[in-house]
């Protein structure tokens, strides 16, 4: 009902879509895992703000700074390895993700982990199905393992 509407109004379309549905899919998947995931990374990060000292922002402010400055000079690299830590942990949980795509998108696209869970059940097939979940596996714990050293050198522990 959605994509029709748009249509009829001229709503969004990235123009390589011959409507606005594909592009509306793509936006509500994103939407979703975001609702879903985006406490995950906020965690982290808020965890590492907590350990921040407060008189280490109000030193740049007794010189003068701007408030974005002082973002931009002290807290923000303060905060590097929640960012790290926190997008390590949300993308590692965001690339198994089944469940979301199903029900935003339903079956007209395929994600690897809708093509995993989908390959054996509904189109017998093994080797497609084996091969998805070996590249998810893959992906997942590189993600892991390639975030811990960064983390590490950003003075956190992943």
Known sequence: MLPHFLRRT??????????AWPCLAA?????????????????????V???IDPRLSEAPATLGAAPLRRFRAGTLPL??????????????LAVPMYVVPS?????????LATLTG???PFMRNEELAS???????VL????VVGSTPPARRLGGSA
């Open 103 to 111: 029900l935003a998108i339903g079956d007209r696209f395929q994600t």
């Open 79 to 92: 905060t590097l390895p929640g960012l790290v830590s926190g997008a390590a942990f949300m993308v590692s």
């Open 118 to 120: 989908r390959a054996f």
């Open 49 to 51: 703000i907590r350990l």
């Open 10 to 19: 001229g709503g969004p379309s990235c123009g390589r879509c011959a409507s």
């Open 131 to 137: 091969t998805a979940a070996t590249i998810l596996l």
């Open 140 to 143: 997942a714990v590189a993600i």
């Open 27 to 47: 936006a509500g998947l994103v939407v979703g895992a975001a609702n879903l995931f985006l406490p995950f990374m906020i965690l982290p990060i808020y965890a």
